[in-house]
């Protein structure tokens, strides 16, 4: 088992390449893991060649992961075709279509590297035009129908080597907030709770029709802890409710600690410390990369009873990461050309050539 407590984190990656000073820092800190973003994207060889330089650097092989989901969750269409998103297979309702986006999904990051994708969506959308970060994101308006069509893409993806992610546990179904700028606080109880959102979440919790991993969302919500902690640093929520109660013993991730949810409540340090004590395994630092030491810092010092279980359940993880593809820039075409007929079959090829409002550009917010 790693025992290097870096392998606790899951960061962020300044650029599209590697400069010395950057690589010099990851081979000291030895990340768990890298989430790469629009910031990280500038032509197919460079992707693969920058993930390539990553796993070089890497003492353990690293999970490499990225968020994309279709629409404008999908990092990946700035070299290429924007896949549809969970709403418009939705409302397509042809599960073979989302089967196929599965399918596409995970050959393509296989191609660059990734082995594993920040998806499916598990949250349930009441409101598909709220203003919650969820917009296009959902793949059902129930529980019946966010188990089938989200279960069908997991399914998909997991069938190409490609390790998936339910987010954002336990729900932001009924967040009026984003929390990329502030922490949302729901006052629904436990029996609300169970009747909607953690009727999805059980059951992507089990084995047999489950994700390889769980992303715990920045959320309060009075019904599951009363202290107001959110979600991702509450014991209550991560331990004893996902890990507990539902019975998940995949890796389980916080949503980025780099949020406004979080940075506007909690001290650098601490943050660090509390998700680790409320059940995470990987403590995700997407934009301030440059806090990668000091959140190391934060915890090397930590018990081994503390560290301990979390580092295992990172190197059980490692040990289901699938090797990257052959790489060619013939295959990459091949898979663009596959993800635009799969968008004129889900959208009609008038919607298909209007693609989201932010297509090309590099949000200052990037959603997951």
Known sequence: MPSHPGQLLLVGVPGAELDAATAAKF??????GYILFGRNIQTPT??????????DLSDVEPIITIDQEGGRVSRLKLLGQEPPNAQQLRQKNDPELIRWHGEITGRLLRLFGFNLDLCPVLDISHDDEADNSLRGRCYGQSVAEVISKAGTFNDALRATGILSCGKHFPGYTHAGLDPHHELPRLARTREQMEAEELAVFRYFAQKNTGVDSMMIGHIAIDGLDASGLPASLSPAITRDLLRGDLGFDGLVMTDDLDMGAILNHYGFADTMRLALAAGNDLL?????????AEALAAIDGLPAEKLDPALARVATFKTKLAPPSPFSIGAHTALDDEVWRLRVATLGE???AQRSPEDGKRSPVELY
């Open 27 to 32: 081979r000291a800190i030895q990340p768990g």
């Open 284 to 292: 995700m630092i997407c934009h301030r990369v440059e806090m990668a």
């Open 46 to 55: 460079q992707l693969r060649r920058l993930i390539d330089d990553l796993r």
């Open 350 to 352: 008038e919607l298909a």
